[in-house]
């Protein structure tokens, strides 16, 4: 399996707590799109021969750009990449951009999921995290996606928003619910440092959410949502049955992809390249015909440790044979006791040689990553 991601660098406004890389002036939106089609062509090589199952747009904002634009996006990637009959394409999409005239149009040119951008349905909290849109067109995004056709929805939630309640929390669940979409990712609230509240936050203006409510909204989310059937198959991921992402799963899985665009990544299995995270930048180095990456060679140790901070937060788990065979590492034989002490204390399972993480062992899967990781 492999994937190819686009990052599409702007968005109308700025997000209280987000640290992508975007631009809200959209004044190099032009020389963007010549460049990432620039970018496009000059890697065509480096999917070799392997067939596309996933195409993301996200950002920033992809659903800024009208749907010329991203089409003409699309057929450059068809026409330079090999791509299967199924191919998952979604475009991220906020609320505010969207109408059934655009989504229609956008089913004829092949997206065929689509990723909302709720976070909450209550104005008060929307305001709070500077989104561009309000409850009202939270709710209107998804009848109108239904309405185009489309049938494979996620929507993205948020939590331990700092200031809300449990109760809020709740509500939100209970009106995504309602919606029935067929995949919700929901995303704890942290405090970035590059980011209005990380300043608020520095200048002791903002609390972050304490973490006993984090940990009960979590529980919530995911006792709620087993309740309704939605499989949780990582940590912040639930679908109804069947509908993965195939996106995100390819990274989790350690599937390649290519990423273009300012700040995306890309990973052949052995090397993992950084684009320039800076709009000009990156417009200008595409102008002289170069890609403006750095590259880094994975270690061994780096591999085993990837694979376990993002295996760890699947269901499918760590498996040890896997890893063995392909890195030489005896996780069984070189954490014993620790495994052993995770198993007693119920935080983690064994199903074969795939170690996995129970309900209780998910809440503090960065620091058992952490303690099995190679030193
Ligand atoms: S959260 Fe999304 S819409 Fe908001 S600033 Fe970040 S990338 Fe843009």
Known sequence: MAGIYVHIPFCKQSCHYCDFHFSTSTRL???????????????????????????????????????????????????????????????????????????????????????????????????????????????????????????????????????????????????????????????????????????????????????????????????????????????????????????NTNYWKKGKYLGLGPGAHSYDGGTRQYNIAHNQRYIDSLNKGIVPCTMEVLTTKEHINEYLMTSLRTQWGCDMAWLQEKHGYALAHAKRPYLEHLIDLKLAVMHGQKLLLTRKGKLLVDQIAADLFVG
């Open 29 to 247: 939106k032009e020389p963007m799109l010549q460049a990432i089609a620039q970018e496009l062509r000059m890697r065509k090589a480096y999917m070799g021969t392997v067939q596309v199952e996933s195409i993301y747009l996200g950002g920033g904002t992809p659903s800024l750009l009208d749907t010329v634009e991203l089409e003409t996006l699309l057929v450059l990637i068809t026409q330079h990449f090999s791509l299967s009959k199924t191919t998952e394409i979604t475009l991220e999409a906020n609320p505010d951009d969207i109408t059934l005239t655009k989504l229609q149009a956008l089913r004829a040119i092949g997206v065929n999921r689509l990723s909302i951008g709720i976070q909450a349905f209550q104005d008060s909290v929307l305001r709070y995290l500077n989104r561009a849109h309000d409850s009202k067109n939270a709710l209107e995004s998804v009848r109108i996606a239904r309405k185009a056709g489309f049938d494979n929805l996620n929507i993205d939630l948020m939590y331990a928003i700092p200031g809300t309640s449990q109760a809020m929390w709740e509500a939100n669940l209970s009106t995504a619910l309602q919606l029935q979409p067929e995949h919700i990712a929901a995303y704890c609230l942290t405090i970035e440092k590059n980011t209005a509240f990380g300043r608020w936050h520095e200048r002791g203006k903002l609390q972050a959410a304490k973490e006993d409510a984090a940990v009960r909204q979590f529980e919530t989310l995911t006792a709620t949502l087993a309740m309704h059937h939605y499989e949780h198959y990582e940590i912040s991921n639930f679908c109804q049955p069947g509908y993965y992402a195939q996106h």
